[in-house]
């Protein structure tokens, strides 16, 4: 099932410095057009520097760029469905946060005793602006590690990785201890990915068949190593452990690569916010343009639906 939406998320390099028109594309050879789904890739949210840190104004600051750039967040599940719900005029987008850092995900103790959703975390800020901003669809993935209490807050762990698949939100795979897969042996890649899976079984249950990707810690994956086949044939609960892989290396990945590649789909690219802007990005002559999507429901697919691997 993998190798369908591998033929979207296929690195396509950033190109040169074309600017590419934000302008509505009605027809386009399908040979022609660009098909590159940016992945943003977040950290930190601070106020103060930070390494691999944004600030709150800046990160609102992104969606409202993003947002009059004409892109719409999409899921996983739209790259499988053809990016059925992206309407006409609009292009996709994936948001990622890694690491399961505490101002990600923030409960606060309200004055009757209960908790409340910190406003000023990310998960509290994506609400608002989607909220403020329907037509910007809804989403992110948030990739969780357990070299630390995911989010902080020990004792609400259960709670907010519930929440977040209650929302509407993904969850995806950080590994275990956060160790890089260019330092670790590939024969501890498994125990890496898996002894993960067993602890988000202990907190999601049957729900753990939804943590189907992987960001790979520090962005890398070896080459040379026999990568693909090694996380191929991983699995956990009698599914693909592996889905999607995600590097952080600056590269837009194409949807036609991936929907044609089970390796494209384990090297998806992404570019990591702290190092690059909104503006940078739009300078990119690979993204997908405005106007795939259908002005009715009889109109065909933009892209065939098809699942991620065969193994779900
Ligand atoms: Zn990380």
Known sequence: MILPLLAILLSVEPGPCRVTPLETVDRVDRDERPSGVPVLCYHHLSDRPRLFGISKWRLRSD??????????LVALDDLENGLIQVPRGKRPLMLHF??????HLRFLETADGGYALDPDCVLGLLESFCS?????GRGATFFVSWDKVPFGQSGMVEEKLNLLLDMGYEIGNHTYRH????????????DAISLALV???RNLGLRTCE???VAYP???LPRGTEAEARLSGLSYGGRSSVELGFLVNGEVPSLDRLLGSRNACLRVGRIDMSRYTVGKLLSWNSLM???WGRSSLHDPLPYRATPLTGSR
Do not use: M, N, Q
């Open 98 to 103: 890694d690491d399961g850092w505490p101002e």
């Open 63 to 72: 969606l409202e760029e993003l947002y009059r750039a004409g892109f719409y």
């Open 218 to 220: 520090g962005g890398i």
């Open 179 to 190: 160790s890089s897969f260019a330092k670790l042996a590939p024969e501890l890649w498994e």
């Open 289 to 291: 343009a405005c106007g």
């Open 211 to 213: 943590v189907r990707t």
């Open 199 to 201: 602890r988000f079984h």
């Open 132 to 136: 403020e901003h329907p037509d910007f």
